[in-house]
């Protein structure tokens, strides 16, 4: 046997040798507890639907699946952590659409979606609504762009600058030519204060976040940014049909691993992930919040995220936004 012939053979006995380990890794998968790390504080909405997930996933994998809590830095402090850490499947990260605008928006984020993640599964999306102070003399998407070009000191809150609500305001000014000016608030929940208070006007809100008022009727609710109107509002209109296409928007939550983590291991999670978020408590948990379970791969999760990132990217060049 000649040496190339040897080299062949030895390369192809390493193949089959990494797809052997590979496989029987994943198959015995997991053998120790798994950290969600959460890049949020604990007790709001999105902390409350990583706990009702990791209650699900320790039964279902026979693991602990322990929340860890890393808030700070819009998400950035958490999603940096979790881009660093062993790619084995043990630490996984809980994202929201906030870990696509954060790094649409800021430089120094600390992470590079494309590069430093495996992603894994989504567990659920929902829409905003578009909603106003009910001070506000305007009931339609059309009287809102049509008042605020008419010199009206018009503002529209978010929970911060590079939220989903700061950019889907930007967003709405780019397609729409509304004169919206821009408050960031340090969460939603000031945020809400402000609004209920007339002291800003316009919010391009999360369901979780704004449902309690809309069913107390003290904010309107001009449009839904869905393809579809939304059973729990069906006499809202959706964006496209209020006048404003393209503006289908939507918030949603995911799970990620850092990048390199072995594919039949995130395969796996896939599946768990998706069966998890399909059932009881967490998919009545998202049809509460106007959400829905979302289930998709891997590969096409990838794909989502980067085209998010790209839309996000754009709307930040075409405002000019420096967010650091």
């Given at each position: 046997?000649?040496?190339?012939?040897?080299?062949?053979?030895?390369?192809?006995?390493?193949?089959?040798?990494?797809?052997?380990?590979?496989?029987?890794?994943?198959?015995?998968?997991?053998?120790?507890?798994?950290?969600?790390?959460?890049?949020?504080?604990?007790?709001?909405?999105?902390?409350?639907?990583?706990?009702?997930?990791?209650?699900?996933?320790?039964?279902?994998?026979?693991?602990?699946?322990?929340?860890?809590?890393?808030?700070?830095?819009?998400?950035?402090?958490?999603a940096?952590?979790?881009?660093?850490?062993?790619?084995?499947?043990?630490?996984?990260?809980?994202?929201?659409?906030?870990?696509?605008?954060?790094?649409?928006?800021?430089?120094?984020a600390?992470?590079?979606?494309?590069?430093?993640?495996?992603?894994?599964?989504?567990?659920?999306?929902g829409?905003?609504?578009v909603?106003?102070?009910?001070?506000?003399?305007?009931?339609?998407?059309?009287?809102?762009?049509q008042?605020?070009?008419?010199?009206?000191?018009?503002?529209?809150?978010s929970?911060?600058?590079?939220?989903?609500?700061?950019?889907?305001?930007?967003?709405?000014?780019?397609?729409?030519g509304?004169?919206?000016?821009?408050?960031?608030?340090?969460?939603?929940?000031?945020?809400?204060?402000?609004?209920?208070?007339?002291?800003?006007?316009?919010?391009?809100?999360?369901?979780?976040?704004?449902?309690?008022?809309?069913?107390?009727?003290?904010?309107?609710?001009?449009?839904?940014?869905?393809?579809?109107?939304?059973?729990?509002?069906?006499?809202?209109?959706?964006?496209?049909?209020?006048?404003?296409?393209?503006?289908?928007?939507?918030?949603?939550?995911?799970?990620?691993?850092?990048?390199?983590?072995p594919?039949?291991?995130?395969?796996?999670?896939?599946?768990a992930i998706?069966?998890?978020?399909?059932?009881?408590?967490?998919?009545?948990?998202?049809?509460?919040?106007?959400?829905?379970?979302?289930?998709?791969?891997?590969?096409?999760?990838?794909?989502?995220?980067?085209?998010?990132?790209?839309?996000?990217q754009?709307?930040?060049?075409?405002?000019?936004?420096?967010?650091?």
């Open positions: 046997m000649n040496t190339q012939s040897k080299k062949r053979r030895l390369l192809l006995f390493s193949i089959l040798t990494c797809t052997i380990i590979t496989a029987a890794s994943a198959a015995n998968f997991p053998q120790k507890p798994i950290t969600l790390i959460v890049p949020f504080a604990p007790g709001g909405g999105t902390d409350s639907i990583a706990r009702d997930l990791s209650k699900t996933l320790t039964e279902k994998l026979g693991q602990p699946v322990v929340v860890d809590n890393r808030g700070g830095g819009g998400g950035s402090i958490g940096s952590m979790g881009s660093k850490a062993n790619p084995d499947g043990y630490t996984l990260l809980f994202v929201t659409s906030t870990f696509v605008t954060h790094a649409a928006t800021d430089e120094t600390g992470y590079n979606i494309e590069k430093d993640f495996s992603p894994v599964a989504m567990i659920g999306r829409p905003l609504l909603v106003n102070n009910k001070s506000l003399p305007v009931k339609t998407l059309s009287e809102l762009i008042l605020s070009n008419q010199n009206q000191d018009i503002n529209y809150c929970a911060g600058l590079g939220s989903i609500n700061h950019l889907s305001g930007e967003l709405f000014k780019q397609k729409t509304a004169n919206l000016t821009h408050i960031p608030y340090k969460g939603s929940g000031p945020a809400t204060i402000d609004l209920l208070a007339g002291r800003v006007q316009v919010f391009f809100a999360t369901i979780p976040t704004i449902l309690p008022y809309v069913e107390t009727d003290r904010v309107n609710v001009l449009a839904i940014t869905s393809e579809k109107r939304s059973p729990l509002f069906p006499n809202v209109p959706t964006a496209a049909e209020a006048g404003v296409s393209g503006f289908n928007l939507s918030t949603w939550w995911g799970i990620v691993a850092p990048a390199g983590t594919r039949d291991v995130v395969k796996k999670l896939n599946e998706n069966d998890a978020s399909s059932k009881d408590p967490l998919k009545s948990r998202l049809a509460k919040e106007g959400a829905q379970a979302y289930k998709i791969s891997p590969a096409e999760f990838q794909k989502m995220l980067n085209s998010e990132l790209k839309l996000w754009g709307v930040v060049k075409s405002a000019n936004l420096k967010i650091q």
